[in-house]
């Protein structure tokens, strides 16, 4: 049959409007997935040869900036989808227990796009839960030795704490380390969070009387509170080195930081053992812990506790105006340590006369500049130097081309942050300790009044190297859950332990002294075990 034109214009419409129609609704979609952003999926393995999916890997999405926090799991095929998500830059976090972490694999979402992405985790050993296993059991242990259970009560204490903390970790899906913060505190977050949490606590409680599970209880909370002492005095004992603090104000900053215990900020000793610059600890006392020292520290002081923040800008300051920041903050330093023995000596023999001050006035002047001679401010030249010298070595045989470029790799870290900063640089010691400060001082004092001066400054001295000595002992004895009696054999072996306190990473050599020192009878298995696997890392860690 023959259409007529008007039937065949009709079709034609009828066409054309339905392919319109299909591109004005596909259009609408395709802007409503712009405005609800884009979609990611994929598939999540193990590494194995047949490639098992893996259900109930928590998979996270984050920005590089944090705004945007997208949470989903995997199902049985071990597939995951996550729709909406805003355009942009990704970073996706994947964790199953029993599984090792994949942290940060990037990905770029665009508005309306189906982004697939698989993913592989695997199988990681058992050292973690064996660690875990093995504290558990050193609790039991020592609970039964505590209160003289019977080895059938210690055997059934220790599979309740173990099976309560299995059922918490598989319905949370965590590690043990995980667990309340265990990664970050070691042992003792474990304890802290098997006697915080209702489960874990039930346990403890069935087979424990009230009297004895509270006592445990204070027997912890008093690890925690040596170790927070610790922790205090060695902050304080930082803070001291560079301002030269009053006995009183010794005691008055670690109060500050007793009281600042509540706040999650707060650290666990053994993470202290590697502070290794002033700018550390200011940070933490006064933007992570919120403690202001205002109302404690004289005006000098003050101003130097300000300059240390200068540091920042110092790191990147070039030529005079670096010269000039540091000058100051030197003259501070030393006019602070200089007020203090002045009023010490105003105190027990008078005030100094006019002609000593002036002396010292001038020493200051003098370190400060052979100070200011000492900084390296062109950390650029030195690395240029040293390449040279090290390409020369190289050619001549004297070295391989690896071991120049681990050298040049540690100067770069040496000379520059991570943010690519000149770093702090200050000469080798105290500038307290300076010569020619030390021989003015000499100088304008009696010889009554510079063994007086020195016996305070051995005393100093003394109190920063036993803040030390508790600082390790008590990152050890939070580690390996020491009873008292373990404790105090060890602080006697530490009390004969002894450092150059200015030296780079001065903490962790003396802590790696006493791991050697230890003596492994008084431990328990568990307990010997640790101490061995911490040697290790720290020999490790020494040899690099």
Known sequence: ????????????????????????????????????????????????????PIRGVDVQIYDQNGVHDFKVKTDTNGE?????????????????????????????IVDGGDHFVPLRMTKKDNAEDRWGVGLIQHIAENIGKRYNLEEQAVEA?????????NVVLEQNNQDVTGFAGTGEEGSIGLIDGLLSHPDCKAAFAKHLTEKQLQDYIAFTKKLRHRDQQAAAQYITAWIDQEL???????????????????????????????????????????????????????????????GVF??????????????????????????????????????????????????????????????????????????????????????????????????????????????????WREPNGDIIRHPLFQQAIKDVLSEEAFAQYTARQAERENWHQQALRDMVVASLGTQLILDDTQRKQLTTTAAELTVDRLKKDAALDMFYQLLQRTNHEMLSPWQQETLTFMHTGFERQFRK
């Open 1 to 52: 049959m023959i259409m007529k034109g008007s039937d065949q214009m009709t079709r034609f419409s009828f066409v054309l409007f339905s392919v319109c129609f299909s591109m004005f609704i596909g259009l609408i979609f395709a802007q409503e997935d712009a405005v609800n952003g884009g979609t990611l999926r994929g598939t999540i393995t193990d590494t194995t040869p047949e490639q098992n």
């Open 80 to 108: 995951y989808k996550c729709s909406g998500i805003p355009a942009g830059r990704y970073l996706i976090h994947i964790f199953k227990r029993g599984y090792g972490k994949r942290l940060g694999k990037p990905v770029t």
């Open 157 to 165: 204490l220790h599979r309740s704490i173990l099976e309560a903390l």
């Open 244 to 306: 030269s603090l009053t006995l009183d104000q010794r005691k008055n900053l670690a109060q500050l930081l007793l009281d600042a215990t509540a706040n999650e900020a707060f650290p666990i000793s053994i993470s202290l053992l590697e502070i290794d610059d002033i700018l550390e600890a200011v940070q933490l006392v006064n933007e992570k812990l919120g403690i202001s020292l205002e109302g404690l520290l004289t005006q000098t002081q003050y101003d130097i506790w300000l």
């Open 310 to 423: 200068a540091k920042k800008a110092i790191r990147g300051g070039k030529g005079g105006e670096a010269k000039f920041q540091l000058g100051e903050f030197a003259a501070a330093k030393l006019a602070a340590h200089t007020a203090r023995f002045v009023a010490a000596h105003t105190a027990l023999l008078g005030p100094l006369d006019k002609d000593a001050s002036q002396r010292l006035s001038t020493a200051i002047k003098g370190v400060v500049q052979q100070y200011l001679e000492a900084q390296d401010t062109d950390p650029e030249a030195t690395y240029r130097e040293t390449a040279a010298k090290l390409t020369q070595a190289v050619k001549a045989g004297e070295m391989t081309q690896k071991q120049a470029d681990e050298r040049l790799d540690a100067l770069m870290k040496e000379l520059w942050d991570e943010n690519g900063s000149i770093r």
